[in-house]
């Protein structure tokens, strides 16, 4: 049951309506103390008081701003519920937030709060009331912390604890914030945290580094005016380039952890919004914001019930972290901090404007991508990350905005590592697995390389390069022992009853579907490979519950081996795909030319 589905989403007024009508959903979940909220029996990695207190805080993210200037009605429920979580004394207690903790995660919207709307969350309570928030909170500053965006969570606590003068450690929170800078690359780039020099660079770099570092920004601007400045010019500079990850319908590409957030992918711009800062007209910023959350609020992406779930484009389990709880989505009620603007504000005066016009291809060098913009297909090219939420969250070829990807099922076999948009290598024929990592990564021009060594005498060079509206891979395999091979094209969604709708062409060294919905295919260019159409495991794709993924299977001795493929995906399920690749080779170097005799890659050993 879609809450929101009267909602036109357009003015203010709607998305004001927009947090009550998500909200509402949750009232009778909430514990008879109103300090946890248990929708469903799910489960997360982490006791369930801190999943529970997930569903009291997180949506304060949107609540909050909503009544800067606006009214909510539930503020007792929620004054009650903090009363009742942070007294020692009280069954609901929230308890000891140790080390790691995932309590001090959702002591940062309780911090923002003390700052933006204290006449609902602090001047109501008692002197003891008082009292015991303040140390409750404090121990942020007493904990050890995940060394990336999590130093954020202390700052917005101190923040929100010097707001009403409250005790806090302020000295620690400017040492927090100068290892969070530490972070900070080059032109608006973070990595989240720092391993080997470097970390996933994902949505944690929108959303949270860049996010809190804009709220900081606007609330402490007075206090600490030289790091706000230094805030707010590298979100500016960051918009120029994250711009290219949206498309004209609002959605963003997906790529990385923790997508059951949502529409928290708007957040970023929502922030700019409240900081003051436009590198974009204020229409481009509104526009892609109130698009994302618009296409996100028309999804299957509720239970029956009228909660967010966990998944993406619906719910799911299989797309999942261990630190989902069926409370982590309300994450996304980030995304409406310009409710916390006046409403004369340039943000909300202005219409809704379209995406200016962007180009085809943009090379992102610290993220990795070559993001590629088709008529009807964003997506782009990617080199594999090291990250331990998930390797095919990270180590794609490709992450498409229209087929998403998909994760490994649940049982061995082919078919069944999640291989859309990779290639997936065995030594057994049974048990497949895609990339963990790549031991170096490197670019020139529009062509990306990486190395995989999944096995001690097995080594993937690859070469990624666009081709638009495909994109031409070639690998460089060679191994000590015989082993089998998995590539993927994307994943294409198979919903429908109507058999005769469907074709899958499996000739000419071409693995195609034809659906409804849409076209994909791979070609072999080398046509030494079998080309098949494979059964993805239901629920496994973050977009659709049912898919398939043209493929080329292969089988390959000891030695040498270079392999090349075509790939291609429409929603368009009638659109022409005419292109024809030629690849040529010699010992150590391929080239692979269009129909038309222009070169799309050159691989050489020598390049690695």
Same mark, same amino acid.
């Given at each position: 049951?879609?809450p929101?589905?009267?909602n036109p989403?357009?003015?203010r007024?709607?998305?004001e309506?927009?947090?009550?009508?998500?909200y509402e959903p949750?009232?009778p979940?909430?514990?008879?103390?109103?300090a *946890?909220?248990?929708?469903t029996?799910?489960?997360a990695?982490?006791?369930p008081?801190?999943?529970?207190?997930?569903?009291?805080?997180?949506?304060?993210w949107?609540?909050v701003p909503?009544?800067?200037?606006?009214?909510?009605d539930?503020?007792s429920?929620?004054r009650t519920g903090?009363v009742?979580g942070?007294?020692p004394t009280?069954?609901e207690?929230?308890?000891?937030?140790?080390?790691?903790?995932q309590?001090h995660?959702?002591?940062?919207?309780?911090g923002?709060?003390l700052?933006?709307?204290?006449?609902?969350?602090?001047e109501?309570?008692?002197?003891?009331e008082?009292e015991?928030l303040v140390?409750?909170?404090?121990q942020?500053?007493?904990?050890e912390l995940y060394?990336c965006?999590?130093?954020?969570f202390?700052v917005?606590?101190?923040l929100?604890?010097?707001?009403?003068?409250? *005790?806090?450690?302020?000295?620690f929170?400017?040492?927090?914030l100068?290892r969070l800078?530490?972070?900070y690359?080059?032109d608006?780039?973070y990595?989240?945290?720092?391993?080997?020099?470097q970390?996933?660079?994902?949505?944690?770099?929108?959303?949270a580094?860049?996010?809190?570092?804009?709220v900081?920004?606007?609330?402490?601007?007075d206090?600490d005016p030289?790091?706000?400045?230094?805030y707010r010019t590298?979100?500016?500079?960051?918009?120029?380039?994250?711009?290219?990850?949206?498309?004209?319908s609002?959605?963003?590409?997906p790529f990385?952890?923790?997508?059951?957030?949502r529409?928290a992918?708007?957040?970023?711009?929502?922030?700019?919004?409240f900081?003051g800062?436009?590198?974009?007209?204020?229409?481009?910023?509104?526009?892609?914001?109130a698009?994302n959350? *618009?296409?996100?609020l028309?999804q299957?992406?509720?239970?029956?019930?009228?909660?967010?779930?966990?998944?993406y484009?619906?719910?799911?389990l299989k797309?999942s972290?261990?630190?989902?709880s069926?409370n982590s989505?309300y994450w996304?009620?980030?995304?409406?901090?310009p409710?916390a603007?006046e409403s004369?504000?340039?943000?909300?005066?202005s219409?809704?404007?379209?995406?200016?016009?962007?180009?085809?291809?943009?090379?992102?060098q610290?993220?990795?991508k070559?993001?590629?913009?088709?008529d009807d297909?964003?997506?782009a090219?990617?080199?594999a990350?090291d990250?331990?939420?998930g390797?095919?969250?990270?180590?794609k070829f490709?992450?498409?905005?229209?087929?998403g990807?998909?994760?490994a099922g649940?049982s061995p076999?082919e078919g069944r590592a999640?291989?859309d948009s990779a290639?997936?290598?065995?030594?057994?024929?049974d048990q497949?697995k895609?990339?963990?990592?790549a031991t170096?990564t490197?670019?020139e021009g529009?062509t990306?390389?990486?190395?995989?060594?999944?096995?001690d005498?097995v080594t993937?060079d690859?070469?990624l390069?666009?081709?638009?509206?495909?994109?031409?891979?070639?690998?460089?395999?060679r191994?000590?022992?015989?082993i089998?091979?998995?590539?993927g094209g994307?994943?294409l969604?198979q919903?429908?009853?109507?058999d005769?709708a469907?074709d899958?062409d499996? *000739?000419?060294?071409?693995?195609?579907a034809?659906?409804?919905?849409?076209?994909?295919?791979i070609i072999?260019?080398?046509?030494?490979?079998t080309?098949?159409?494979v059964?993805?495991e239901?629920?496994?794709?973050?977009n659709?519950?049912?898919t398939v993924?043209p493929?080329?299977?292969?089988?390959?001795q000891?030695?040498?081996h270079w392999?090349?493929s075509g790939v291609?995906a429409?929603p368009d399920g009638?659109?022409a795909?005419?292109?024809r690749?030629?690849a040529t080779?010699?010992?150590?170097d391929?080239?692979?030319r269009?129909?038309?005799?222009k070169?799309i890659?050159h691989?050489s050993?020598s390049?690695?």
């Amino acid at each position: 049951m879609n809450p929101l589905k009267e909602n036109p989403l357009r003015t203010r007024s709607d998305f004001e309506r927009a947090v009550e009508q998500l909200y509402e959903p949750l009232v009778p979940h909430f514990s008879e103390g109103k300090a *946890r909220v248990r929708p469903t029996a799910t489960g997360a990695r982490f006791p369930p008081v801190s999943a529970e207190l997930e569903g009291f805080a997180r949506p304060l993210w949107g609540i909050v701003p909503l009544s800067v200037h606006g009214d909510f009605d539930h503020w007792s429920t929620l004054r009650t519920g903090l009363v009742h979580g942070t007294d020692p004394t009280h069954e609901e207690y929230w308890g000891e937030a140790d080390d790691y903790s995932q309590k001090h995660v959702e002591m940062a919207a309780i911090g923002v709060g003390l700052a933006l709307a204290p006449e609902n969350i602090w001047e109501p309570l008692s002197r003891i009331e008082r009292e015991r928030l303040v140390t409750w909170l404090n121990q942020i500053n007493e904990a050890e912390l995940y060394d990336c965006n999590w130093l954020f969570f202390r700052v917005m606590v101190n923040l929100g604890l010097r707001s009403v003068d409250a *005790r806090h450690d302020w000295e620690f929170t400017q040492r927090s914030l100068d290892r969070l800078d530490s972070f900070y690359l080059a032109d608006g780039w973070y990595t989240d945290g720092l391993k080997d020099d470097q970390s996933p660079i994902d949505y944690y770099l929108p959303w949270a580094m860049h996010f809190y570092g804009l709220v900081y920004a606007e609330l402490m601007g007075d206090e600490d005016p030289e790091r706000a400045e230094t805030y707010r010019t590298r979100a500016g500079k960051f918009a120029t380039h994250h711009i290219h990850w949206f498309d004209e319908s609002g959605r963003a590409i997906p790529f990385g952890r923790s997508l059951t957030y949502r529409f928290a992918q708007a957040s970023f711009w929502g922030g700019l919004a409240f900081a003051g800062v436009n590198p974009l007209p204020w229409g481009v910023i509104r526009g892609i914001w109130a698009r994302n959350i *618009r296409w996100w609020l028309e999804q299957p992406i509720f239970t029956d019930g009228g909660l967010l779930s966990v998944g993406y484009r619906y719910p799911t389990l299989k797309v999942s972290e261990t630190y989902n709880s069926p409370n982590s989505p309300y994450w996304a009620m980030k995304a409406f901090f310009p409710l916390a603007l006046e409403s004369d504000h340039p943000f909300w005066k202005s219409a809704e404007e379209p995406l200016p016009e962007l180009p085809d291809e943009v090379v992102q060098q610290e993220a990795g991508k070559v993001i590629l913009r088709d008529d009807d297909h964003l997506f782009a090219l990617s080199s594999a990350q090291d990250s331990v939420h998930g390797r095919e969250k990270y180590t794609k070829f490709a992450y498409s905005t229209e087929f998403g990807f998909s994760v490994a099922g649940r049982s061995p076999g082919e078919g069944r590592a999640g291989h859309d948009s990779a290639l997936a290598l065995s030594l057994d024929g049974d048990q497949y697995k895609i990339p963990a990592t790549a031991t170096s990564t490197s670019s020139e021009g529009t062509t990306l390389r990486s190395r995989w060594v999944p096995w001690d005498g097995v080594t993937v060079d690859t070469w990624l390069s666009p081709a638009l509206p495909w994109h031409v891979r070639v690998h460089r395999l060679r191994t000590d022992r015989p082993i089998h091979s998995e590539e993927g094209g994307f994943a294409l969604d198979q919903s429908g009853d109507d058999d005769s709708a469907f074709d899958h062409d499996v *000739r000419n060294a071409t693995a195609l579907a034809r659906y409804p919905n849409g076209l994909s295919s791979i070609i072999d260019l080398f046509d030494d490979r079998t080309p098949v159409v494979v059964d993805e495991e239901p629920n496994t794709n973050l977009n659709h519950p049912r898919t398939v993924v043209p493929t080329l299977r292969g089988s390959h001795q000891p030695g040498e081996h270079w392999l090349a493929s075509g790939v291609m995906a429409s929603p368009d399920g009638e659109k022409a795909w005419s292109e024809r690749f030629e690849a040529t080779t010699d010992e150590d170097d391929v080239v692979v030319r269009n129909s038309d005799g222009k070169t799309i890659v050159h691989c050489s050993s020598s390049q690695l």
